[in-house]
Each structure stands twice: as structure tokens, then as C-alpha cells.
């Protein structure tokens, strides 16, 4: 395969053994929804700088975040990854798991590929909205293209001491250690406050978008890029929701970027999974609709304005089974992607069915239920075998896979 040149957003890219990004999901590069007046993801985006524009607000009354949602989503593996502090050898970096334009770009894996350089750019309070692109699962919740929300705040010792009412010291000098409450160059003290403020705003959020009533819990984690790391969940009828994940940024990227002399926090949060509780939207792949059905629900409405989405109707589903065994190397991201590739919107869900290792042989095969549906009407069950049959072609192809 020779490189050819790819055109993203009016830029040129030289393709390469890394590339991996498809027509299909370039196709929705650019369609901008999150800034497309009365959609479901940009009143969500107005719902949540709202709330930061009234809760941090400086001396004259001002807002002091600023906001940046158009930022293209073509990023550096340095921006996505290494300014982050993401090792050579984490998973998140695997050809599987991402849609690399060439070895040095990708599209972003989330937004807070931007963190460093607009902490570079002297930004000490800000919010990132952005497309974001990762391969993955089918169904409901998961689209590869899913847009998020950032935000970094930074505080130097002065203002955490004029904040906190007496002297803070923010930093250890050489002999401070990492624990698991806090990093090596940071003091218990500062760590602590910046903690308070970062739950204390996120929750927050939560309310303003769910209600004061809402039940939710902290989960330690880890992040490479943050210590100490956490999760936020929200209990909704039954079920613990991952919200977002937060911490304490670490030191070594402000320090790289040029804040050496401040703390900061950040979070990054998905909005279509808070957008579909929010509004009621039963799935993800409504949100690229252009069906007035889906978008007139939205449009005229304000960020305030409750909005239950009732759905036009329920098209039927239908699915069809798949056995077949595996080459070796075989990932199921590379099937997921060729079979969304080849059914478009109509593939609603693939789910494994069976995993079996031939006893003799040593040979695995897998069967996989694809279940398709039509957002805006019925489908025949000749249309879907057709689709069907064109997907096991191409996977017999391209992935060598063997058809049982
Ligand atoms: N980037 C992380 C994600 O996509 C979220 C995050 C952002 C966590 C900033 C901590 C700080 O899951």
C-alpha cells in the first residue's frame, strides 16, 4: 500500500502504515453539533458553561472561564498522548482503540488533548468542547464519534492563601513525597483545597443538571495525568452512572507548559450519555439525525427548559447471527468497525453470543448477534440480509476470518 494524501477539514495529511481512519467517520468531522443552535448537545454545552459562568466569577463580576468549542480535532500523538504523561506502552495508545490519521495524528481520543498547549497559551481557567473519536463497542451508548466536555483551573499559592483566609504553602520543595492523598511536589494542605473546591464544583454540576436530590458517590482512580484521580457516579433508576473522571493535575505537565509556580484541577466529562438521561433520548445514534422528527424538539428551546424527548416511533429490529473462526491476531474492534462501516446507522447493537475453543484444534470461533434497526422506518428482512451477507463477505475478506 503506497501513502496518499488525506483531506481533513481543508488540511492535507500524508497517510502511512498507521492509518486508519475511514471515509465513513470522516464524514463526521466538521458537522459541528455542538454548536448547531437547538441541538440536544448544545443546549447541554450552554447548560454546563452557564453554570461555570455564574459559579466563578471575578472581582467586576465577571466570568472567568474561558470557553473554547470549535478547536479541530486533529491532534498530535504529543497532544493527545506524551503531553499528557500517557506511557509509550498504554493500551489507549493501540491502533485498535483510536483513529490515527498517520503515525504523528490522530483524530482526538478526548478533549483534553488540548490541556497543555492552552496552558502554554497562559489560560489558568478554562473549558474545552469538543468532537472526540474512539473505536469501540456497538450499541445504545457507544458511537464512535462522541463529544466531551474539559475544564483545567489553576491556582497560584497567592490566590489559594487569599482564598483559604491565611498563608497556604503549595509546594513541598525536594523532600516531599508522592502519597496516595497527594503528589511528590505538592503539600497536603493546597492538595486538600483544590480536592474541596474540584467535588464541591462537579457536584454542583450534577445538581444544576439533575436536581438537588440526585444520589451519587467518589470512586478512586487512576488517570496518568492526574493524582489523586477520581470518578464521579450518579444513581439513575437503578443504575450507577459514570459521569466523569477528575484530580489534582499533575505537576509535571504545568511545569512543562510553563506554570510551574501554580496547583490546578481538571475534569472531562462525556455529554451524550448525560444529554440521553437528560432529555430522554433512548439512543446515541439519534444525535446525528437530520430527521425533523429528532430535531424539532430541540430547536427553539432554551438551556433552561425541561425537555422530555418522545420518540416518533419505534421502528422493529431484527438481527441476524454470525459464526465464524478467527485468524490469529484477530481484534474485535477491527469487526465492529467494518461491520458499522458496512451497515452505516442501520447497526444497532453486536453483541457476542458465543466464544468456543475447539478442543482438538486449538481453533476459536466466535458468533456474534448484529441487530439492526432503522431509525425512521422499517426495514425489510431482504435489506438486512443483504447488508448481513455483505458484512461476511468483507470480513471474510479483509479479516480472514472463516464463516461456519
Ligand atoms: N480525559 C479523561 C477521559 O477521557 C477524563 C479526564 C479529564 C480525567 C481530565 C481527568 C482529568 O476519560
Redesign the pocket.
Known amino acids: 500500500k503506497g501513502s496518499s494524501n488525506l483531506k481533513i477539514l481543508n488540511e492535507s495529511y500524508v497517510s502511512d502504515d498507521f492509518t486508519n481512519v475511514s471515509s465513513k467517520i470522516l464524514s463526521h468531522v466538521g458537522r459541528g453539533l455542538l454548536n448547531q443552535e437547538g441541538h440536544p448537545l448544545n443546549l447541554l454545552k450552554r447548560k454546563v458553561v452557564d453554570y461555570f459562568y455564574a459559579r466563578f466569577k471575578g472581582h467586576m463580576g465577571n466570568p472567568i472561564f474561558s470557553v473554547y468549542d470549535n478547536l479541530p480535532p486533529v491532534v498530535t500523538v504529543q497532544q493527545n498522548f506524551d503531553s499528557l504523561l500517557i506511557p509509550k506502552d498504554h493500551v489507549s495508545r493501540a491502533k485498535s482503540d483510536c483513529y490515527y490519521v498517520n503515525r504523528g495524528s490522530l483524530l482526538r481520543?478526548?478533549?483534553?488533548a488540548h490541556?497543555s498547549e492552552l496552558v502554554r497559551m497562559g489560560l489558568d481557567n478554562f473549558l474545552v468542547f469538543g468532537d472526540?473519536y474512539r473505536r469501540d463497542e456497538i450499541d445504545k451508548t457507544h458511537y464512535p464519534v462522541f463529544h466531551?466536555a474539559?475544564?483545567?483551573r489553576l491556582c497560584t499559592q497567592g490566590q489559594l492563601t487569599d482564598r483559604a483566609g491565611s498563608e497556604v504553602v503549595v509546594f513541598e520543595g525536594r523532600t516531599g513525597k508522592e502519597t496516595p492523598e497527594k503528589q511528590a511536589e505538592h503539600s497536603i494542605d493546597a492538595t486538600k483545597i483544590m480536592e474541596t473546591e474540584l467535588k464541591s464544583t462537579l457536584v454542583g454540576l450534577a445538581q444544576s443538571l439533575f436536581g438537588k436530590n440526585i444520589q451519587y458517590r467518589w470512586v478512586d482512580v487512576y488517570?496518568p495525568?492526574?493524582h489523586p484521580?477520581w470518578e464521579l457516579e450518579v444513581h439513575f433508576n437503578g443504575d450507577w452512572l459514570e459521569v466523569?473522571?477528575?484530580?489534582i493535575?499533575r505537576h509535571a505537565i504545568l511545569r512543562s507548559a510553563g506554570a510551574e509556580g501554580s496547583i490546578g484541577w481538571?475534569?472531562?466529562?462525556?455529554l451524550e450519555r448525560l444529554a440521553m438521561r437528560l432529555y430522554d433520548i433512548p439512543d446515541i445514534r439519534l444525535f446525528w439525525s437530520r430527521d425533523s422528527g429528532f430535531l424539532s424538539q430541540f430547536q427553539g428551546k432554551k438551556p433552561t427548559d425541561t425537555i422530555r424527548y418522545k420518540p416518533v416511533s419505534i421502528y422493529p429490529q431484527c438481527y441476524n447471527d454470525v459464526s465464524f473462526w478467527i485468524p490469529e491476531g484477530f481484534v474485535a474492534n477491527d469487526f465492529y468497525e467494518l461491520a458499522r462501516e458496512t451497515a452505516g446507522d442501520l447497526l444497532e447493537q453486536v453483541t457476542i453470543q458465543d466464544d468456543f475453543t475447539h478442543p482438538k484444534t486449538g481453533r476459536r470461533s466466535l458468533c456474534y448477534r448484529l441487530t439492526y434497526r432503522h431509525l425512521e422506518r422499517t426495514l425489510t428482512k431482504e435489506e438486512v440480509n443483504k447488508v448481513h451477507e455483505t458484512i461476511c463477505d468483507r470480513a471474510t475478506e479483509i479479516l480472514k476470518i472463516q464463516i461456519r
Open positions: 481520543a478526548h478533549t483534553t490541556q472526540v466531551q474539559d475544564a483545567l488517570f495525568f492526574t484521580s466523569l473522571g477528575c484530580g493535575t481538571a475534569f472531562g466529562l462525556g
